[in-house]
């Protein structure tokens, strides 16, 4: 093209240029949201079978991986029950708490950032 653009059609150019930098920097600054640790203590009262039944129900274990970490809480105090956002992690501590109380042990479950 020998002739040159009429300005008007620069000036868009630049204005769309200036738009997708801007979108593109928008999108490098969002972060992952972070992950929370639900985390169960070990009592001298909540039954080993109870705390399995919780991470086979609530947290999605199965039935191997609800002993081994029933087993981690008994023999070194606590274990990571699962990894999820705030919401999850707290509704999820929430509803196992809320089972312990009702069935009368002490479980005591926090919820950390990862």
Known sequence: MGASAPKHINKSIMSVDNVVEKVTKSIEKIKEPKKFKVIFCNDDVTPVEFVILLLMRIFRHDEVSAHEVTMQVHHKGSAVAGVY???IAEQKGI????????NEFPLIIKVEPE
């Open 85 to 87: 956002s705030f919401e």
């Open 95 to 102: 509803e196992a708490t809320s089972l312990a109380r009702a």
